[in-house]
Structures are given as C-alpha cells and as structure tokens.
C-alpha cells in the first residue's frame, strides 16, 4: 500500500527560513503522489489535507472538564486549516491522570461541554479527534514547568478518591516515582472496559477519529516493555503475551467505535530499553487485526529522557513510520520536528507516512496549514471566512509579494 516515490524528501529539502529564497506562490505543478494538501480518506472520514495537529497536553483542565480554553485553544487550530485535530491525551481512568489538570472522558459529565468544541471544529471543516491515555505507573507528576516531578501527596483529580498508581508489574518508573500496584487479571479487564466506555463518550461528544496513546512509557508502553513488565502471566513473559493489553485495548476501543471511523494508534517506534522497530513492525499488524487504521510513530518515553528533546535533526522519527508503513502495510503518521512546508509535503509526496502530525509549530503558529500552503504555491482559501478569503486570494496574486514574519533585504519605495 505504501505508494512509489517519484520524487524524495530531498528533493524538496528548500531552504528553511522565511527569507528571499522562499518559493513564490507560483502556479504547482501536477501532483505525481498523493502531497501535504490532497485530502485522505481513512474509513468513512475524509480529511481535508494530511496536516494533523498532533495530540499536546495544555494542562488547563480542572476536575478533567473541557473549559472555554479548550474551545478556543482547539477552535483555532481547526481555524489555521489543519485537517485532522487531535485533542491531547485525554485519560479513561482518574488513576490515569499525569497531572491534576489533565481532562478526563472517564463520566458522562464530558460529554456535553466536549459537544460544543467537536462542533465548532467540525464547523471550520477539520475533523476532531481525541486522544484517550492512561499514564499507569507515571501518572501523578507535577506539570512540566513545576519540574514534572512525582507527586507524593495528592487527592485525585476525582474528589473522594484515592489516586493509586497502577502498571503491569511493581517496579517505580524512576527515582522518587511510586511503585505501582500490579494489576490482576480481573483489573485488567476493569481497565479494558474503561477504555470502551470511553471511546462510547467520545462518540457521543461527536468526535470522529480516536487515537490511543499506547508510547511514551505510559500504560500501554508499560505492557509492551521488557523493562517494566516482568508479568508471567498471560499478559506477560514473551513479546505476544507483552502485546497482548495493547491488542486488547485496541480491540476494546473498536468495540463501541464505529466501523466507519477511524481508529490511529500511537507508539513509541523504539525506546532504548528494549523495544525495537522490528517489534513495533509485529505489533502495527497486529493492531491492524485488531481494528487500527493509522500508525502514529513517535519514539521513547520508557527512560529518564524527554520525549520532546530538541537536541535532534528534523523529521526524525519519519524513518519508523516509512519503515513501518512498508513493512506492516498499514497507513502511518509522521511526526517529530516537522516544521516546514516543503519538508511536510516532501515525507507525504515520497510515501515516507500518509500523514504528518506537527506539535510544537502548530503552537507558534496554528495558521501554518494557510501560511504552507501558500508557501508550496496553492492557493488555499476555501476553510477560511469569506471576508478573510477574498481579500488574501487578492493579496496572493501579486507575485512579487511572500507572506511572512520576516524577510531580509526589503526596500521600502
Ligand atoms: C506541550 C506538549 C504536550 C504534549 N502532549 C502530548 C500528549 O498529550 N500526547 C502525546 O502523545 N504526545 C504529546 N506530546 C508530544 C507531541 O504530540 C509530539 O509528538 C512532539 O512534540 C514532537 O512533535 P513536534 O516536534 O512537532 O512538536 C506533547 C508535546 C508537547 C510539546
């Protein structure tokens, strides 16, 4: 299924600043594959474009409410022209939160306030979609900027409750984290349905595609890790019986998600602590099987290390999702350090991933899809409100003229 690739990542690699070299807003020239802005259809859900705002914890949650923040936080980035917004990793279980101020899907109460947002999302032509978690043995940590830490005190994000931390198997994820309560079979399935009746609330809030965040050192990564499950049970002991929660959870998930939705799936390609890109080729058809239509390759968390580690080349992680997309024959999602137009439309024009997701870029600029696409020569004013439209599409007929936050060498007359 992965497509052939008449042209490469780099032939596309333009130069990346926003100076005198970038392209004009010339004519294109005629698509060869599938490029950034062609739509994707995955079941029954056709997205405008293959530009996905990639799941980020904003941490504004209270009790694990949808606030005005999230209206206007998600709202905009349906606005900037994304195809595919992912709302952040949002948890099935209280136990689950990273943080206090995580969101929740685990009571009905969400549903309501989350009809709101999905619908004015949904009224800006993007597709909302949302993430479902659950952080295991390293939940309970303060915010990023509080240093991120364990917390040793804490009432849970669900008054009246305790909030226990739970994993496969008694090991701490670190120094001054918590060992966790091992999990017995029938929690096990306690867990699963959890993360049914929460793939039912999203429905009901009217979101269109689900991710479950199985990377990052979070449960599911715990299940599928040699480093923190040292179960010998069923879901344990070898790398099936390590796969078996995440093929579970999976399976779960489909069970109250229609057929003609679309289902992704995030993991961590490789963590430097035993999980290898061979293991993540077996495990994307497994969940292939099991009702996965997208892989979303990211990479790490199991270690001490940040999983948005800056120290790092762009697209650095698109190398597992061409890998995994060839070898599993299953759609997959490029992300990591993707930040410019040319690099994005390049990884989808050379069948590296059928769709990128952008994080942090998106944050500085949720208009990047209308700022890339102008950037790659297209004119793309169709998402945006009639009066913003007509005066851009004027504005991008003067060839002379590039938008930007900077360009060298400006004359004024
Ligand atoms: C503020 C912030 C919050 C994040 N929260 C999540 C999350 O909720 N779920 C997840 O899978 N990844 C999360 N990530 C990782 C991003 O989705 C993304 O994979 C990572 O930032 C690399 O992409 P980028 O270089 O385009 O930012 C977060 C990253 C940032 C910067």
């Given at each position: 299924?992965?497509?052939?690739?008449?042209?490469?990542?780099?032939?596309?690699?333009?130069?990346?600043?926003?100076?005198?070299?970038?392209?004009?807003?010339?004519?294109?020239?005629?698509?060869?594959?599938?490029?950034?802005?062609?739509?994707?259809?995955?079941?029954?859900?056709?997205?405008?474009?293959?530009?996905?705002?990639?799941?980020?914890?904003?941490?504004?949650?209270?009790?694990?409410?949808?606030?005005?923040?999230?209206?206007?936080?998600?709202?905009?980035?349906?606005?900037?022209?994304?195809?595919?917004?992912?709302?952040?990793?949002?948890?099935?279980?209280?136990?689950?939160?990273?943080?206090?101020?995580?969101?929740?899907?685990?009571?009905?109460?969400?549903?309501?306030?989350?009809?709101?947002?999905?619908?004015?999302?949904?009224?800006?032509?993007?597709?909302?979609?949302?993430?479902?978690?659950?952080?295991?043995?390293?939940?309970?940590?303060?915010?990023?900027?509080?240093?991120?830490?364990?917390?040793?005190?804490?009432?849970?994000?669900?008054?009246?409750?305790?909030?226990?931390?739970?994993?496969?198997?008694?090991?701490?994820?670190?120094?001054?984290?918590?060992v966790p309560h091992a999990l017995t079979q029938s929690e096990i399935e306690q867990?699963?349905?959890?993360?049914?009746?929460?793939?039912?609330?999203?429905?009901?809030?009217?979101?269109?595609?689900?991710?479950?965040?199985?990377?990052?050192?979070?449960?599911?990564?715990?299940?599928?890790?040699?480093?923190?499950?040292l179960r010998s049970d069923a879901y344990g002991a070898s790398l099936a019986g390590?796969?078996?929660?995440?093929?579970?959870?999976?399976?779960?998930?489909?069970?109250?998600?229609?057929?003609?939705?679309?289902?992704?799936?995030?993991?961590?390609?490789?963590?430097?602590?035993?999980?290898?890109?061979?293991?993540?080729?077996?495990?994307?058809?497994?969940?292939?099987?099991a009702g996965v239509d997208v892989i979303d390759c990211s990479s790490g968390g199991?270690?001490?290390?940040?999983?948005?580690?800056?120290?790092?080349?762009?697209?650095?992680?698109?190398?597992?999702?061409?890998?995994?997309?060839?070898?599993?024959?299953?759609?997959?999602?490029?992300?990591?350090?993707?930040?410019?137009?040319?690099?994005?439309?390049?990884?989808?024009?050379?069948?590296?991933?059928?769709?990128?997701?952008?994080?942090?870029?998106?944050?500085?600029?949720?208009?990047?899809?209308?700022?890339?696409?102008?950037?790659?020569?297209?004119?793309?004013?169709?998402?945006?409100?009639?009066?913003?439209?007509?005066?851009?599409?004027?504005?991008?007929?003067?060839?002379?003229?590039?938008?930007?936050?900077?360009?060298?060498?400006?004359?004024?007359?």
């Open positions: 299924m992965a497509g052939t690739a008449p042209r490469t990542a780099s032939d596309h690699a333009a130069p990346h600043g926003n100076d005198e070299q970038a392209p004009r807003p010339e004519a294109a020239s005629p698509p060869l594959q599938p490029g950034l802005f062609d739509p994707c259809s995955v079941r029954q859900v056709t997205l405008r474009n293959r530009v996905v705002v990639s799941p980020m914890l904003s941490y504004c949650a209270e009790g694990g409410h949808p606030n005005d923040f999230h209206l206007i936080h998600y709202g905009k980035l349906a606005c900037g022209g994304a195809g595919l917004v992912f709302v952040e990793s949002t948890k099935v279980d209280p136990r689950g939160c990273s943080t206090p101020h995580d969101l929740g899907l685990w009571k009905d109460d969400y549903i309501e306030p989350w009809r709101r947002i999905t619908r004015f999302i949904k009224s800006q032509g993007a597709i909302p979609g949302i993430q479902l978690s659950h952080s295991g043995r390293k939940a309970r940590r303060a915010v990023p900027w509080q240093g991120g830490g364990p917390l040793r005190e804490w009432t849970s994000v669900e008054p009246g409750q305790a909030w226990q931390i739970i994993g496969p198997s008694a090991i701490a994820h670190g120094a001054g984290y918590s867990c699963l349905r959890d993360w049914e009746h929460a793939a039912r609330r999203a429905l009901c809030a009217g979101f269109e595609a689900i991710e479950i965040h199985g990377a990052h050192g979070y449960l599911i990564h715990q299940f599928l890790s040699p480093r923190a499950n390590r796969m078996r929660f995440a093929i579970e959870v999976a399976a779960s998930v489909r069970r109250s998600w229609p057929a003609d939705k679309p289902l992704f799936f995030r993991i961590s390609a490789v963590d430097n602590a035993g999980w290898t890109l061979d293991d993540s080729t077996v495990l994307a058809r497994e969940l292939g099987r199991m270690g001490e290390e940040s999983v948005t580690n800056t120290a790092r080349p762009y697209g650095y992680q698109v190398g597992y999702a061409r890998h995994i997309r060839e070898q599993a024959g299953v759609m997959t999602m490029a992300v990591g350090l993707i930040a410019h137009a040319d690099q994005a439309d390049g990884i989808i024009r050379a069948g590296d991933a059928d769709l990128v997701a952008l994080g942090r870029e998106l944050l500085h600029n949720p208009n990047w899809p209308l700022d890339a696409a102008h950037k790659l020569g297209l004119r793309k004013y169709d998402h945006i409100p009639k009066a913003s439209a007509y005066y851009l599409e004027k504005r991008a007929a003067n060839p002379a003229f590039t938008p930007s936050t900077w360009r060298r060498g400006l004359r004024q007359p």
